[in-house]
């Protein structure tokens, strides 16, 4: 089974319509991220969260909203999707990056949105 | 405020040949710096990594980078192609010195091998 696993892998959906992409993760590390992933644009951070307790903004946040239900859960949410939300989204997770630790991020395999 | 870029869009090697992609960054400090490649569909895979010591870093797939801290690089090399080395690879650093510090992405970089 994967360390990190997202939920849909694909979607299709209408303007104006509430999705939510599902991460969870048995990696046991208390960080966790979402990113987009546009054609040309690299990754973007949307939301990360250090613990279950923390919750932060990341580039590109306008339009998503993000919950951490437990330390091995973190989901996504468009509110209201509109078609420039589509996008290869994907989840990480990582260590604490002090000490011995040294942040790298460990990703899922992607969920890809289709907004029409 | 950290930084990395990819100058190079997209990279073309025949295969056997020995292949470089460039990454050059800015952060204040010793950085932490990665390698990460993508295949077509996937998640991005962790490739390399480098904290500290020795300036050459080995890694997975016969991938290896060099440290360069008065050029501020972090190429990715690699010494024969190919075909299936074919995928989009991203640098990407962090500060060390700062616990709520994220790992920066560049843009990517398109390696394609000729047969």
């Known amino acids: 089974d994967a360390d990190v696993t997202q939920t849909p892998r694909n979607r299709i959906t209408k303007t104006g319509k509430r999705i939510m992409l599902e991460c969870s993760q048995t990696k046991g590390h208390d960080r966790m991220y979402w990113y987009r992933q546009d054609p040309g644009l690299g990754l973007q951070l949307i939301y990360y969260?250090?613990?279950?307790?923390?919750?932060n903004k990341g580039e590109i946040s306008d339009g998503y909203s993000v919950s951490r239900q437990a330390q091995a859960k973190f989901s996504l949410s468009l509110e209201s999707a509109i078609p420039n939300q589509t996008a290869l989204y994907f989840c990480?997770?990582?260590?604490?990056?002090?000490?011995?630790?040294?942040?790298?991020?460990?990703f899922g395999e992607g969920s890809r949105l289709t907004v029409l | 405020a950290q930084s990395v870029a990819q100058p190079e869009d997209q990279v073309n090697v025949a295969e056997g040949n020995p292949l470089t992609v460039k990454c050059t960054y800015s952060v204040s400090g010793n950085p932490y710096l990665f390698w990460y490649v993508q295949y077509p569909n996937r998640g991005l895979q962790f490739l390399l990594k480098?904290?500290?010591?020795?300036?050459l870093v080995k890694g997975s797939y016969g991938f290896e980078a060099e440290f360069n801290k008065s050029q501020t690089s972090f190429h990715l090399k690699k010494p024969s192609a190919l075909v299936s080395d074919s995928a989009l690879y991203f640098c990407?650093?962090?500060?060390?010195?700062?616990?709520?510090?994220?790992?920066?992405f560049g843009s990517g970089t398109r390696l394609s091998i000729r047969p």
């Open positions: 969260s250090f613990d279950v307790k923390d919750i």
């Open positions: 480098y904290i500290t010591g020795d300036n």
């Open positions: 990480a997770t990582s260590d604490s990056g002090t000490g011995l630790n040294t942040g790298e991020l460990f």
């Open positions: 990407a650093v962090r500060d060390p010195y700062s616990s709520a510090s994220k790992i920066i």
